[in-house]
């Protein structure tokens, strides 16, 4: 009896039932000469079925690249902006601390009053005016005179820290705007009424009131030392300052880390 033959749809395949020499049934394609498994797994890589796997893999392993790219995108983006925050070291004050800044220089403490013995310092007195404000323009017919109703500006003290580890020159102070330098001509003097910076211009003292106070001989502050910045404000402000205002201060040194903090008119810290 010849073997039933059977006709199948896929590619017209005809699978002869067949028996080995050692007696076990086998299966083959009549008409392509091979068993079933390699026929059809010569069928399946040469047509669609492996074209649509190596089509699923290629979209696979093209999701995977997006998803990495856009967590390194994340990533990149969160670290950038973290960094320009921790660098930006404009800072506005709160009811416990004058500041914090990533610069060399930091302020500590600041005395701007519109009053009497600014810093704790016996003559070093500013106007009190009705309201009160802090001169600048107002006061420019004699700017360098001791404050008073109609000449003389004004006085406001910085108290400032090396935080850095080399010792730094304070180039200049910028109060809203204007460039307040070191005044040399102080150097080495006793701070009095006699004696302190012109208008325009800051000198540099410890932060002890022992008398007698000297004002420093060099711009120059150690690593880790403090001062007193005694600035006597510009006639260039083009603007008086009232209390209870904003006041933009900039400290510059030769290291090139200029330290920006906002302080308020009319305090004490």
């Given amino acids: 009896m010849r073997p039933r033959r059977v006709r199948l749809i896929h590619s017209g395949a005809i699978i002869v039932k067949t028996r080995t020499s050692n007696k076990k049934t086998d299966y083959v394609c009549a008409n392509h000469n091979t068993n079933v498994f390699e026929y059809y797994t010569h ?33 990149a983006g969160a670290v950038l902006v973290a960094a320009f925050f921790q660098g930006n070291s404009v800072f506005r004050p709160d009811a416990t601390s004058p500041g914090t800044q990533t610069a060399s220089i930091k302020i500590i403490g600041y005395d701007t009053r519109d009053g009497s013995d600014l810093s704790g310092i016996d003559f070093l007195d500013n106007f009190l005016d009705a309201p009160p404000f802090l001169c600048t323009i107002t006061c420019n017919a004699s700017p360098d005179d001791l404050p008073s109703a109609t000449s ?34 102080t150097s080495s003097d006793v701070l009095s009424a006699a004696s302190y910076p012109a208008a325009g211009k800051f000198s540099i003292i410890s932060t002890s009131n022992t008398a007698p106070i000297t004002q420093s001989s060099t711009n120059e502050m150690q690593s880790n030392g403090e001062a007193r910045l005694v600035i006597k404000l510009s006639d260039d402000i083009s603007q008086d300052i009232d209390v209870n205002q904003p006041i933009r201060t900039r400290i510059i040194t030769n290291l090139l880390d200029p330290s920006a903090t906002i302080i308020t008119s009319g305090s004490v810290r």
């Fill in 43 to 75: 069928s399946f890589i040469h047509n669609k079925g492996f074209s649509k796997m190596k089509g699923m893999k290629h979209r696979a392993v093209s999701d995977i690249i997006a998803t990495l790219l856009l967590l390194g995108i994340t990533v």
């Fill in 152 to 185: 003389g500006t004004e006085f406001i003290v910085l108290t400032v820290r090396n935080q850095g580890m080399s010792k730094v020159s304070l180039q200049s102070v910028e109060v809203n705007g204007i460039d307040h330098s070191w005044d040399a001509s």
